[in-house]
């Protein structure tokens, strides 16, 4: 990946909002190409309008793919694809790696587009978009909130104009967390989209949780790109209180740092970089993480979760229990596990997830939340 600080394409210019904008509003839009996707009909890098925590209108980037084998433009479901994390800024926005060609999940993209179904891939909130920055890593109502205001605005591009478009979320770790936040909020958020099923794997359900995992091994540096990222999007509180004046340097630093430099320079744990060892347990901070975990309330619609049993970057236990909180709820699940690690997961995960996505695209539309879970996750601990 790049990482120049900023992009210098005007394209990607922050633009103010006008008085009577809406959510999902497209401010501009341009034809790309996508050179490691074939089939494909159109694709468009696209600046709209969503919100950040707060309803305040913020514009977003992202970009919308259209396969060539519908009988027309737009015909068939919107898949909306939440990306792994790809760093807090510089040239690293998914909209702009699948114009450069080197988006690494784009074989993940073809099994969509091959399915006939439009593909809208947002960048998030602060990512992509210049002078909005740093991305808002980890905040999921943020992240849920831009690829639902994503689907709508694919809704509204040149020959698809149909709000009815039945609409699916997938993602994997990072974004698998933001899928689901999606489904959580969009009865609330997005009542109008006709939203009928996530598929999420190896999901970030509790931040705070995992940061305490990694903080002493080679994906130390999350925890300070989290920091920086849940820090921006709970800007009206005192969220930096807690770093020293180290810790203050390396924030202006990794802000503009795609996700490889700052696994490779930020390997201290976080409190190196904090007034204490555990930065967690500050009153402000506690109040952020609980109001992050994953389960604030029940997804409407179905949900496919899955796991490799050898994950050692997102331990597999906190998704068992994510399923059993979702199953708590009353939520319509699916689980599977697989005997292999993160990375390997996402690839062997990855056509049981579509599979299960194209089954709830097909079934009639939720109206209330389903009360009997489908199947249960084994309580048995994965082998070391």
Not at 92 to 101: I, K, N, R, V, Y
Request: glycine share 10%.
């Amino acid at each position: 990946m790049m990482t120049e600080p900023l992009t210098d394409d005007e394209f990607y210019t922050a633009t103010p909002i006008e008085t009577g904008s809406t959510r999902g509003e497209i401010l501009r839009l341009r034809e790309v190409a996508v050179p490691q996707l074939r089939s494909v009909a159109r694709a468009w890098q696209i600046v709209y309008v969503t919100s950040d925590s707060y309803g305040e209108l913020i514009p977003a980037s992202g970009i919308v793919i259209v396969p060539d084998i519908a009988t027309q433009v737009g015909v068939g479901p919107i898949l909306g694809y939440c990306p792994v994390f790809r760093g807090l800024g510089g040239r690293c926005a998914p909209s702009q790696l699948l114009a450069d060609g080197t988006e690494p999940e784009a074989d993940y993209l073809a099994m969509a587009l091959d399915r006939g179904w439009s593909v809208a891939v947002a960048d998030g909130r602060g990512l992509g978009i210049t002078g909005l920055g740093p991305h808002t890593f980890l905040a999921g109502r943020c992240a849920g909130q831009t690829i639902l205001d994503l689907t709508r605005a694919t809704q509204r591009l040149p020959g698809l104009n149909d709000d009815t478009t039945p609409i699916a979320l997938w993602g994997y770790a990072d974004g698998g967390r933001n899928a689901l936040w999606a489904a959580e909020i969009q009865h609330e958020y997005a009542p109008d989209l006709d939203l009928r099923g996530v598929a999420a794997g190896a999901v970030v359900a509790d931040p705070g949780e995992l940061v305490a995992e990694i903080d002493d091994g080679p994906f130390a540096g999350l925890g300070l790109a989290g920091l920086v990222g849940l820090a921006r999007a709970y800007a009206h509180l005192p969220m930096l209180h807690i770093l020293t004046t180290e810790g203050h340097l390396a924030v202006a630093n990794i802000e503009n740092l795609d996700a490889t430099t700052i696994l490779a320079r930020y390997r201290q744990p976080l409190g190196h970089w904090c007034e204490q060892a555990d930065p967690w347990a500050d009153p402000m901070w506690r109040y952020v993480l609980a109001r992050e975990r994953c389960a604030q309330q029940p997804p409407q619609i179905p949900v496919h979760l899955y796991h490799g049993t050898h994950d050692t970057l997102i331990p597999v236990e906190s998704a068992r229990r994510l399923f059993s909180d979702y199953r708590g709820l009353g939520v319509d699940l699916n689980w599977s596990e697989y005997q292999v690690d993160h990375l390997q997961a996402a690839t062997d995960g990855a056509g049981e997830a579509i599979a299960h996505l194209a089954d709830y695209l097909q079934r009639t539309p939720p109206r209330s939340i389903r009360s009997t879970p489908s199947t249960s996750p084994p309580t048995t601990t994965p082998d070391s």
